[in-house]
């Protein structure tokens, strides 16, 4: 019979009240001897743990760096240092709310591909998490690829695995109103250099990677991994701004109609409209955000129909007010489209003299 549950997809065309949940949740897998507390959750520089070593320690200060703000929080998972897998963190993860995985040795270990069928598998099953990870192309949008060869700060210079719990940081720490192309990186000094086709075809190719400006280090442009799109992913899937809105209202809307609606009321016609109208207040409030400009809820009238039909019921004698309004046993069939705003990242302007 299954368990209740709540199917909510986007397509790009793109309860009680829902409740903006909080992004920004950095997760972190580390390998060290002292690994005999987990997890482990930091909020600012103080809650590091003594006990790690100082590469450690250093990549968690990365991610608390963020953007606009820090990180709402820091999970730290940390394994021995002699652990053959990360299954142990993993088992953790899949049950802990967080919205980036970072693991600084994961490149060094041999297992991008291992977290990347792991954060799919995630993401199918309904849990939005996505990964920032060195030098590999998932072409996924719940993975962030990042292939700037050297980052420098200083007389230090750090390769991408040893830069992504930084990037997770910064992402974690941008607002779902801006994007995090073009973030100063005001620690580093330089970077691998790239020319300006060699930037395009980075980014065409789904890679994350920031650049000289000749005053400072930026980030090039908030892409995730993925390269192939289809009808129901398009270009719009590729943005790490887009992807963390869709994730948020995915999980909000899950969340808030398992919390208050699942097992709640009776599945009448009266009570859906009452679900249409608190999803739709959601929508309100993230029209007067900033997130998104504009948006459609309803019943699907042609699901519903085909739901009938496989109960047995006549729906071809049967109006759409008919088939709108009858009687759907326990499942509940809406649909909505919603535009979300982009970050305005290309402005063209000629100018006549």
């Known amino acids: 019979m299954g368990i209740p549950s709540v199917n909510i997809s986007f397509t790009e065309k793109a309860i009680q009240s829902v409740q903006r949940s909080q992004r920004g949740i950095v997760a972190m897998i580390l390998k060290d001897a002292d690994s005999d507390q987990n997890p482990v959750t930091v909020f600012g520089t103080t809650d590091i743990p003594t006990g790690l070593t100082l590469d450690n320690k250093y990549q968690i200060a990365l991610a608390l760096m963020g953007y606009v703000k820090a990180p709402r929080k820091i999970i730290v998972y940390v394994l021995p ?145 993925l390269v192939t799109t289809n009808a129901d992913k398009g270009n719009q899937f590729k943005k790490i701004k887009i992807v963390e809105a869709m994730d948020m209202i995915y999980d909000d809307i899950k969340k808030t109609a398992e919390d208050s609606y699942l097992g709640k009321y009776a599945n009448n016609y009266d009570n859906k409209c009452l679900l249409i109208s608190a999803i739709g207040g959601y929508f309100e409030q993230l029209i007067l955000d900033g997130i998104i400009s504009k948006y459609t809820i309803e019943i699907d009238i042609a699901a519903q129909k085909v739901f009938l039909k496989s109960i047995g019921q006549d729906v071809e004698n049967m109006s759409d007010n008919e088939i709108k309004v009858a009687d759907t046993q326990d499942k509940v069939f809406l649909k909505a489209a919603v535009n979300i705003l982009d970050a305005i990242e290309e402005i063209y302007l000629p100018i006549t003299i």
């Open 81 to 225: 240092a002699d652990a053959v897998d990360y299954n142990e963190a993993l088992t953790y993860f899949e049950t802990e709310r967080f919205d980036y995985l970072v693991i600084p040795t994961v490149e060094k270990d041999g297992k991008t591909q291992e977290v990347v069928s792991w954060i799919k598998a995630q993401r199918e099953n309904g849990k939005k998490c996505k990964a920032v990870l060195p030098n590999t192309k998932a072409d996924a949008e719940g993975i962030i690829n990042v292939t700037t060869k050297e980052f420098k700060a200083g007389e230090n210079v750090y390769s991408a695995a040893e830069y992504c719990a930084r990037i997770a940081g910064l992402i974690a720490g941008t607002p779902l109103t801006i994007s995090c192309s073009f973030a100063p990186i005001y620690e580093l000094t330089d970077c691998t250099r790239l020319t300006k086709e060699q930037m395009i075809a980075a980014v065409d190719a789904g890679e994350f990677i920031v650049f000289n400006d000749g005053e400072k280090i930026k980030v090039c442009k908030g892409v995730n991994s």
